[in-house]
């Protein structure tokens, strides 16, 4: 059983700063990419940050230079730091991560149950 648990969501004026956090557990034998997605009211989930193994990263256009996405391998934790928040980056947060569990060959993608970040004008 795997689970990706996340906080760090909150309410934040326009300008501000945010940090999520989602830390992996249970029975697991490697995670390769990690990644944070989001989805606003009425809108489709999208790419926010993905950040690999060996930390390579890539960034949807609306974010980059104000988001920053790592990783701490010995945590099995990715982060996202979140500066100069706009309204437009109000939604629900979800990471998500390709584990290879230790009863598994193959690695399957586990969610996070989301966090809201609200940005007020």
């Known amino acids: 059983q795997v689970q990706l648990v996340e906080s760090g969501g909150g309410l934040v004026q326009a300008g501000g700063s945010l940090r999520l956090s989602c830390a992996a557990s249970g029975s697991i034998r490697s995670i390769f990419a990690m990644g944070w997605y989001r989805q606003a009211p009425g809108k489709q989930r999208e790419l926010v940050a993905v950040i690999t193994s060996s930390f390579n990263t890539n960034y949807a256009d609306s974010v980059k230079g104000r988001f920053t996405v790592s990783r701490d391998n010995a945590k099995g934790t990715v982060y996202l730091q979140m500066n100069s928040l706009k309204p437009e980056d109000t939604a629900v947060y979800y990471c998500?991560?390709?584990?290879?569990?230790?009863?598994?060959?193959?690695?399957?993608?586990?969610w996070g149950q989301g966090t809201q970040v609200t940005v007020s004008s």
């Open positions: 998500n991560a390709d584990i290879q569990t230790s009863l598994s060959l193959g690695h399957y993608r586990y």
